[in-house]
């Protein structure tokens, strides 16, 4: 059986998208703690002199006001939160390519965590991102369910798809 055989397209979407998360939250934690010793109002007035945005008006001072109160304690919890979020993503990814059953059951029972919190989060003001995150999840978490038997195998081993 060639290798283009057994790689469902939808197990490898996930895997991409997994994959993806993971590098988006090393990104935004490793962001975070290259902030923690900044004067964070200070830089959100240099960068916005420098993208000519009037750096008084109500708008940005407000931000600039609450920018003032986050504490290099915060960021690091928050860079320390997105890099264990990050760690989960690439773990499912790797575990998924690897077409592990464990990676599918974390990848199920992360999806399906986030669905009613999502939903609960629509419900109080919709936003079109939002949705879509909703629905990818959704999508995952049937797909992940449906597919479990073909995709991966009972005793853990690599499984090759069986031609339907």
Do not use: C
Request: charged content about 20%.
């Amino acid at each position: 059986m060639s290798s283009s055989n057994n790689r469902p397209p939808g197990l490898w979407s996930i895997v991409v998208f997994k994959l993806g998360k993971g590098i988006l939250f090393f990104s935004i934690a490793f962001g975070l703690w290259s902030l923690m010793d900044n004067n964070l109002p200070e830089d959100l007035r240099q960068l916005l002199q420098q993208l000519h945005f009037d750096p008084e008006r109500r708008f940005w001072a407000d931000i600039s006001a609450r920018a003032a109160k986050i504490t290099p304690a915060n960021l690091a919890w928050l860079g320390s939160s997105s890099f264990l979020y990050a760690a989960l993503s690439s773990a499912e990814a790797v575990g998924l390519f690897w077409r592990r059953r464990w990676a599918g059951w974390l990848a199920l029972a992360e999806g399906a965590f986030f669905i009613p919190i999502e939903i609960f989060e629509l419900s109080h003001g919709f936003t079109w991102g939002l949705a879509i995150i909703l629905l990818v999840n959704v999508m995952i978490v049937v797909y992940l369910y449906r597919n479990r038997g073909r995709l991966f195998d009972p005793a853990g081993r690599l499984v090759a798809v069986r031609k339907e």
